[in-house]
């Protein structure tokens, strides 16, 4: 089946250690998506990318970087974890076009100790 | 900038019976209003796309409806599998915070 698999589902890390999350997907979609979700709130989109085009929402802490590789793979990097970073993270992909549905991973869970 | 309210935040129902989820918002030109399903855990999963008002869709239990200013979703005679967390989003992009739906066998 197409999906959107997310390593790993759940991460522990040290304040200030640096942690990568992955996405990949199989269905070939060129827009892919990084979201931050906290408990019982909305999931806030961080960037996403249309094809290689990078696009970082203006309020996106300088702390979250991204890499696009190749259509299948995009990376979420946080370079210092604070505690206000734990949360789940969400990767979507979609064809291009406002009114394509999103397609959403399972979510990688991140601790920060 | 798109703004997305959902109310109520927690709605606690009896198997059978039906309600209705609110979602009301503010933008500049929609697009496109979806409908997502999120079970504890997991990603969000696609329900409907609404893009005019007056605009409905339906799958089994669930009914979406879509007006100028808000979005309904009803689900009649909900049953204990129903219980999830509905989000709303418009302009694909803007999340609100969803409706926590919990079905009481």
């Known amino acids: 089946d197409a999906m959107v698999i997310q390593n790993p589902r759940y991460q522990v890390t040290q304040f200030g250690k640096p942690v990568t999350l992955s996405c990949s997907q199989t269905l070939n979609h060129n827009v892919m998506y990084w979201y931050q979700q906290k408990s019982s709130q909305a999931p806030k989109l961080l960037f996403h990318y249309y094809d290689k085009d990078f696009n970082n929402e203006a309020d996106t802490p300088d702390n979250f970087q991204s890499r696009r590789p190749n259509t299948s793979f995009c990376f979420l990097d946080i370079r210092s974890p604070g505690l206000g970073d734990a949360a789940m993270y969400l990767c979507?992909?979609?064809?291009?076009?406002?009114?394509?549905?999103?397609?959403f991973g399972p979510g990688t869970r991140l601790t920060v100790l | 900038e798109d703004q997305v309210t959902q109310s109520p935040e927690a709605l606690r129902l009896q198997e059978g019976e039906s309600s209705s989820l609110n979602c009301s918002y503010t933008?500049?030109?929609?697009?496109?209003l979806f409908w997502y399903r999120q079970d504890p855990g997991k990603g969000p999963e696609f329900l409907f796309t609404?893009?005019?008002a007056g605009e409905e869709k339906e799958k089994e239990r669930l009914k979406a409806t879509l007006t100028k200013k808000e979005s309904f979703l009803h689900i009649t005679a909900p049953k204990p599998e129903d219980s999830a967390t509905y989000l709303c989003a418009v302009n694909k992009l803007s999340f609100g915070a969803g409706t926590t739906v919990t079905v009481r066998a």
């Open positions: 979507a992909t979609s064809r291009a076009g406002d009114h394509n549905e999103q397609f």
């Open positions: 933008v500049s030109g929609l697009r496109g």
């Open positions: 609404l893009y005019s």
